[in-house]
């Protein structure tokens, strides 16, 4: 995963420097919910998590932002996916159980197609949005425009691809689209 990568190098520099490390998380507090049994369900920031995870950083910060400990599990998931806080999908983009999602971010599968989408952000290709898992839409967008062959075997085409495909109009629907935008901006 190369957001996972990207990530892991910026914890290995601040990692030297725990003040700057401690600003970091803090500045990038994991959205959470409590659920069933108090357990904590990450929302997002889980390519961060994972960095965290792979690089032995022991602790971070989590912002709570609901309290569903009261509910039963099926109850819970209905509130997750009311609220746009649950994508329940496998590595390739198909659709799951939510029963079937990782129990613990060391268990994320790698989506070529999520990286895909976090490289065009990163170049500029559009801009980051609040919207829950808007990364994934892109993911998805991509998924029917450009062939997993060529994701996997030459990523960098792929890239260039993506960024031509993410300035047409057939984007113009998707969050943080830059349509009609230079590539500068």
């Not at 895909?116 to 425009?145: C, M, N, Q, T």
Request: charged fraction near 25%.
């Amino acid at each position: 995963m190369r957001a996972v990568e990207a990530k892991r190098e910026k914890l290995a520099r601040l990692t030297k420097r725990p003040r700057k490390l401690t600003h970091y998380l803090q500045r990038r507090a994991i959205p959470a919910v409590l659920g069933p049994g108090e357990e904590l369900y990450i929302i997002d920031h889980h390519h961060l998590s994972l960095a965290l995870f792979q690089s032995g950083v022991p602790d971070t910060f989590v912002r709570v932002v609901a309290d569903f400990s009261n509910r039963r599990r099926l109850a819970f998931l209905r509130a997750m996916q009311a609220h746009g806080w649950l994508r329940s999908c496998d590595g390739e983009g198909r659709t799951i159980s939510p029963v079937l999602l990782p129990a613990t971010v060391g268990h994320l599968q790698a989506d070529h197609y999520r990286d895909l989408a976090w490289s065009v952000r990163e170049a500029g290709g559009f801009r980051k949005s609040p919207i829950p898992y808007s990364e994934f839409v892109w993911a998805d967008f991509f998924r029917e425009h450009i062939p997993a062959e060529l994701v996997q075997q030459d990523f960098l085409s792929a890239h260039r691809s993506a960024m031509r495909i993410a300035r047409s109009r057939s984007a113009s629907h998707l969050p943080g689209c830059k349509r009609g935008k230079s590539l500068s901006d």
